[in-house]
């Protein structure tokens, strides 16, 4: 039953100081020490809250720079009467209540799913055993641990014995035991073994939430991609902007004597051509709809910025259990290695009594308790729980009675060589092979072999990454042969390219088989994290999917983490994205979703970004030269309509699932440049034509806004080859839209029929609009080659400097 009260707002820690109990590990404390608790502010709750609350989304959209910036040119347009140059106003209004909408829809979205996916803990109170959350639970809570369980609070061992890491907050991995009395640190983990602690600290006192605090008040430093580079690119406008519009204005009314409406007007137009409105929106609204189709697809996405890094990913790290095989084992047979001495009746016994007080914490303990069970067995003296750092678990018996079980080369060592020929042969059959001995010597006893099928979609799943340009390894505890196998017949390419992980002694030889090899067998937990810090060294974008306890430092290393949400608590809770039906094949489609959104906003984002650098340097141009900003803001709000604003959108919604390579702002750059300096040019012909002919400024803006129009259709349809029938639609749609625009709303959008003398200058320009555009990305192609060719030469010469150097020392 729920306590009252339990889920109001905590208030503030009253002064007095708490009367602590000990809590005894059998009864836990009471319902009345529970609400005291609460009253007193006791509570485990989280420094920060899982998700932005609806009044936060709202603020936040409504209430940035730029949306000032807008309001303020809306009130001076207003001011000076031009009402129709006011239509930039509700695309404004469109973009905060889009983005705002978007985002309430995929915090409900994301807020159901984390539900489903909530940690859940078991504590005692009252003498029973209740499951509730992290966030439920007081100070002085008796709480049970267990294999895979991430310690919420700082607590104390009151009975039991866990093996814990405490990787994710120290930065060490080594694996520490902890008995009764010890003290477990609130973020590490539980890898075996399983225990009763109390709660000693909680919430924000709690050892992480100390840690997540400091962090805080450091500097917060973007991640790298697409939210940087936009982050970046808007800090920079939002610098510029301002000084900009009050130098022109200054010389707009002071120096070419214009009146304050016309400088108000030519004002605005060019810091609104110069603000990304819609870019931000594009793509808060792009990753939010991702995620609900995440959603959809059975996977919740964690962190926001790594649909991004997944689209990017070029090699997939996974583990062989779960991901290429069923997570179901079965065990097959037990092979008697000395018959004389233990048959198999004997050997079944043994394996009974040693299952019997082992932990079933994983699916290799799940199979053999299941085969080797049977009606009671005997108390053991004492237990080793399996670990994943020397692959065995050890019971004892009493004197001559110690027994063994894991993986044969790590408890025969030497000795393995006299029975690798057998466990080889083995594991060439797919079995996964464990050695039973007496730890007195060791003396071999028997071998459990152990298999798991091919999961069924296992080769489709693996055929679509080789396609996609995306390279496989294998990274699994397990004796690699049996990996091996398991990989080959699952279709993963280069699968017979595998290497024992127990010979990579030294960082140069695991930096060297990270890029050699694809299956890696007998590989510590450390050394997965190792191999994904290897492959990432070397210039690749790395995905790490796993669901166990040994997973999760490969997991916060790799650039994305997938977790099954079947496996461990803590592997789920590290994980930026988590499979929700646990199924590996179900990875194509989160693939090809991320590489869809961030193709898409690529495509379009480079629409939005023509306007914003032509806009810039026209604005830098006309401070410079002797006349007025050409364009009025009405006559963009059609050029933005046509060209940017439904393009985008109806773009950014497509298919694609084409890697993606290079940085965000690089490859946005390199496709709006040519538009934008298209525009420059004939915007500066034109306006020089102007004086020339002396050519009024209605007829001007008029000239300059259609040419800039036809630069954007232009520049439409080269982001939309190669066309299919949607493009197609979208292309003719955008065009009709703009002529009926020009034709039947002139006066709405500041049209001015042209004169002769104007039409033919529109001809002129119009027609040398695509071949300017093509001269121009001839000279960027050229440019950019001989940068790279530069730059290639460059690194050749520093890294023959430095073979120099080390040669000499």
Known sequence: MPIPGL????????????????????????????????????????????????????????????????????????????????????????????????????????????????????????????????????????????????????????????????????????????????????????????????????????????????????????????????????????????????????????????????????????????????????????????????AQKKTLVHEMGSIETLARVDVLCVDKTGTITENEMR??????????????????????????????????????????????????????????????????FGPNENYVIGAPESILERQYRHYREMTDD?????????????????????????????????????????????????????????????????GIPMAESYIDASQLDTPEKLQEAATEYTVFGRVTPEQKRQLVRAIRKSGHTAAMTGDGVNDVLALKEADCSIAMASGSDIACRVSQLVLLDSNFASMPLVVAEGRRVINNIERSASLFLVKNIYSFFLALISIAAVFGYPIEPSQLSLINLVTIGIPSFVLALEPNTNIVKGKFLRNVLYRALPAALTNLFLTVGVVLFSFAFELDSAQTSTITALLVGIVGLIMLFRVCRPFNRRRIILLVSMCMMFIVGIVFFGDLFSITPPDMGSLLILIVFALLAYPAMRCFSIWLDGAGGLFRTIKTKLKAKIKLIIARGKRRI
């Open 426 to 490: 083995y594991a060439a059959q797919g079995y996964r092979v464990l050695l039973l001995a007496s730890a007195d010597g060791p003396i071999p006893m028997a071998l459990v072999l152990l298999s798991n099928p091919i999961r069924p979609q296992a080769k489709a799943t693996f055929a679509f990454f080789e396609r996609q340009g995306v390279a496989v390894k294998v990274i699994s505890g397990d004796n690699p042969i049996t990996v091996s196998c398991a990989a080959r017949m699952a």
């Open 7 to 294: 889920f109001k707002k905590k208030k503030k820690r009253e002064t007095e100081t708490l009367v602590r109990v000990k809590a005894d590990g059998d009864t836990g404390l009471t319902r009345e020490q529970v609400l005291a608790r609460i009253r007193g502010g006791y509570v485990n709750t989280a420094v920060d809250p899982p998700s932005k609350s609806v009044r936060q989304i709202v603020f936040g959209n409504l209430f940035t720079y730029f949306n000032l910036i807008f309001f303020v040119l809306a009130i001076f347009v207003i001011a000076v009467g031009a009402y129709n140059d006011l239509l930039f106003l509700p695309v404004v209004i469109a973009n905060i209540l889009i983005g705002t909408v978007q985002e309430i829809k995929a915090k409900r979205t994301l807020d159901s799913l984390t539900l489903l996916t909530a940690a859940r803990v078991q504590v005692v109170r009252e003498g029973r055993v209740i499951e509730t959350t992290p966030e439920n639970l007081v100070v002085d809570d008796v709480v049970i641990f267990g294999p895979g369980s991430q310690i919420c609070a700082d607590a104390t061992v009151l009975s039991g014995e866990v093996t814990l890491s405490e990787a994710l907050v120290t930065g060490e991995s080594d694996e520490i035991i902890k008995k009764e009395g010890g003290e477990l640190i609130s973020g590490s983990y539980v890898i075996s073994g399983s225990c009763r602690a109390r709660l000693e600290r909680v919430g924000a006192d709690s050892f992480v939430s100390k840690l997540a605090i400091d962090a805080k008040k450091t500097k917060k430093k973007f991640g790298p991609g697409m939210m940087r580079s936009l982050t970046l690119l808007i800090k920079i406008i939002g610098l510029v902007i301002l000084p900009v519009g009050i130098i022109m204005f200054y010389k707009q009314t002071n120096i070419l004597g214009m009146s304050v409406r016309d400088s108000v007007v030519r004002t605005t137009a060019a810091l609104i051509g110069m603000i990304p409105e819609g870019l931000y929106l594009l793509v808060s609204v792009a990753l939010a709809v991702s995620v609900i189709r995440l």
């Open 331 to 396: 065990v097959d047979d037990i092979i008697p290695l000395n018959p004389e001495m233990y048959d198999k009746k004997a050997l079944t016994a043994i394996m009974k009594d040693i299952t019997g007080n082992l932990e079933a914490d994983n699916n290799t303990m799940l199979a053999l308790k299941s085969y080797f069970s049977g009606n009671g067995y005997r108390r053991a003296q004492r237990v080793v729980p399996f670990s994943s750092t020397n692959k065995r678990s050890a019971v004892s």
